[in-house]
């Protein structure tokens, strides 16, 4: 680790920790730390990667620090592997963190290899799908949660429907419009061409599973822990940073903490893996409705800053077709898009930003280098000039950014 003193704190799916993790975070308060950074990891990160990740982001924070500031860190572990397109290594990590489904991944991984031009097969693959995702048709209607639609719906017309996406984005990317990352132009015919958008079906559906398993390891993990963390050491200020998914955990720690508790004095959302109307109190299409976080910023006591980049391609390019299968504008998919399919309902916070929230500012990454982070409120900070993929995160000018919104910075 290239700073001290560092913890690590660990979660399982369902937000449990090992006993003992708040007052470690809260003895470093009698230790002389004054801050505290608080950094989650997005998804297919494992406990050895996430290590490094902190260890490489936090490296340049000593030399940022101003006179009389003690930092202290802290890398949150959680289960995050997912499946990213293709069985094999992909696969086995998925196996690490969902075990009680690898029948189910099994034959899921058999029929994507073996493509069966057969419709029998693509009904067995959705069945499969929401085996994994824990969900059944008759469970959509009542869900407290959004279902996406793919899951249950006709399962060839689904993975048509993602083959056509991925297909129209592979034409994009042959002709240079968009980074070819990861798609491939040729796809088989009839009933088999579809079994590449199942693929894509499956990558959804794990990152379902994820972005619910974010979202509760911030309100039933972090946030409760940073509460008892408050109690002991009430004068620690505390800064979180999230990276995608990640960015989603350390947001719904905000609504996971105890009434009255605010340790929080700064969040940054680094491309963060969520909805941009997330902290909206009312939706722009429709006003009856709110984000899913709506007004938890106000927990905090200094400022939300949402890094975001238009060079991100996971982001802005991969998810807004299921986004709106799920037909959820609190949260994200994640699907190439059809070309001209553009729509807001569907934008993510890490691609353009906090949306639907009065009084937002706007700034470039050279405004904020220059000028530092206004005290308070949503900050939207364009960070395209050091952020060109969805990974770039141990960028110097990113770790100058906290240090700035945690008002910490020489």
Known sequence: MSVEPYREITFDKEGDGPPGQSASLAALARQGVTDLVVFAHGWNSSP?????????????FPGLLAPGIEAGYAGVIWPSMMFTGAPGPDYRALVTVLPEKEPVLDRLTELLVTAPADERAFAEFGALLRELTDVSGEDAAVAVEPVPEFLVADPVEVCALFTEALEAEAAEALA?????????????????????????????????????RAGRVGEAGLGPLLGEVARAAPGLRVH?????????????AL??????????????LLQGAFSHYAFAARLPHDARRSGSLRNVQQRIRGPLVACYS????????????ASRLARDSESLGGLPRVPG????????IGYDGVQAVPGTVERTLAAVLGAGVPASGCVNVDTAAVVRSHSDVCEPELARVVVSAARAGR
């Open 48 to 60: 050895s990667g996430a290590t490094r990740l902190y260890s490489d982001f936090f490296a340049p």
């Open 310 to 321: 238009r060079h991100d391609t996971a982001l802005g390019v991969m998810y807004p077709l």
């Open 240 to 252: 979180l940073v999230g990276h995608s998914m990640g960015a989603r955990l350390v947001a719904y």
């Open 341 to 348: 399919a553009g729509d807001p309902r569907w934008g993510a």
């Open 255 to 268: 609504k996971g903490l105890p009434s009255g508790a605010r340790p929080v004095a700064s969040v940054t």
């Open 176 to 212: 240079g419009a968009v980074p070819a990352d990861g798609f491939e132009s040729g796809f088989g015919e009839g009933l088999e061409r579809y079994w590449k958008g199942a693929r894509e079906a499956l990558r959804q559906a794990t990152y379902y599973v994820m972005k619910k």
